[in-house]
Each structure stands twice: as C-alpha cells, then as structure tokens.
C-alpha cells in the first residue's frame, strides 16, 4: 500500500544522512525524479522518488493472465489499516513481502490480486518498467482511509473509500474478490428489495 508521506520523508531523509543514495542521474518517472532503485525480486523493482514517493514496478514483460508474484500473510490484523489486505469477509492481513506494501492503486490497474491463491496476476500485458498497480476496491469493501486517487487514468474515479460506495456499474469493469462479489450482491438483493 502507499507509505505515509512523513515516513517515506524520515526514510529518505535517513538514506540520505548514510549517504546511500546514487546521485540523481535525471531519470524521470512521471513528474518524480527516480532517487533510488531497489532490486526487491527477480520480477519486481521498487522505485523510490526523491519526494520520497515508492513505487512497484516490472523487471521484465508479462502477459495477460501471468503470475508477477506470490503473497502471504504476514500476518492477521484485528483491525484493517491503511497497509492491510482485505482477504475475506472478516480478515485483513499484513502482505508478504514486505515490499508490497508499496503496490499502489490505480484506477486503471495492472494487477489484480487472488487473495484466494495468494497470487497477483497481470491482467494485460505489462511491459518492463510499467508500475504494477491494483484496484484497492477490489479487495477492499471499506477502507481505513479515504484518498484522493492520483492515478491520472481517464477511467479515474476520484476519492476511493472503497467497494462500498462505489455503483455497480462501475464496479463490473473490475476482477472483484469473492468477499466484495459477494458483498457487492448482498448490497444489490437489498437495493431491490
Ligand atoms: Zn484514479
């Protein structure tokens, strides 16, 4: 999930006093300028902006339908927060590996992830270097924290607070997890009853 702006500062401000940082060699991501670039798996790299903004991105292309990667929980939480996972109707957990705390929403995702099988999967052709992203609402039915989504995609839908609120007809452009399918026709049973 997205780190907190003031932690990502502390951690940057603390990579920078090590002076572990390379130079700013000009790459660009967007409007960030890429300050660091972990190697985190054979399948993913995370970007960390000189804003201190972290981002997940490919190593190499995937097809439509691939595994990026595998997850776990590493650990159950009472409460969701802002960096759990919703994997069922009740359960939130803590993502294993840790790095993909930093798997941001977009409107537009790349990702989606079975929280049954515990894998996320491309699903469209990502190529090396696009940011892997998923759609919070897709596993989360409502969220800690609403936030203003800036994923600057047309099919951007503003604040997200998730599944909840959002229409159906919006919601069937997305792979939905079975808790928020089935949340999702509770909520419709009783808006027609
Ligand atoms: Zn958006």
Not at 47 to 56: D, E, R, T, V
Not at 174 to 188: D, E, G, I, S, W
Request: charged share 20%; proline share 4%.
């Amino acid at each position: 999930m997205i780190m907190p702006v003031t932690h990502c500062r502390l951690l940057f401000v603390k990579c920078r006093l090590a002076n572990k940082l390379p130079a700013v060699s000009g790459l660009v991501d967007g409007d960030e300028i890429v300050q660091q670039i972990r190697e985190v798996s054979s399948e993913l790299v995370l970007h960390i902006s000189a804003a201190g903004f972290h981002s997940l991105r490919a190593r190499r292309s995937f097809t439509g339908g691939e595994v990026v990667c595998s997850f776990s929980a590493r650990q159950d939480v009472a409460h969701p927060t802002y960096f759990s996972l919703q994997v069922d109707d009740d359960r939130h957990i803590e993502l294993f590996p840790e790095y993909l705390q930093y798997l941001n929403h977009s409107c537009a995702p790349s990702v989606f992830l079975d929280v049954v099988r515990g894998l996320i999967i491309a699903l469209g052709a990502i190529a090396e270097g696009d940011e892997i992203t998923f759609f919070y609402p897709a596993t989360e039915w409502r969220m800690t924290q609403a936030f203003e989504c800036q994923c600057r995609t047309n099919e951007c839908l503003g604040v997200i607070r998730g599944a909840a609120t959002l229409p159906k007809d919006v919601l069937a452009r997305y792979t939905l997890a079975p808790h928020v399918q089935r949340k999702l026709a509770a909520r419709n049973a009783v808006s027609k009853s």
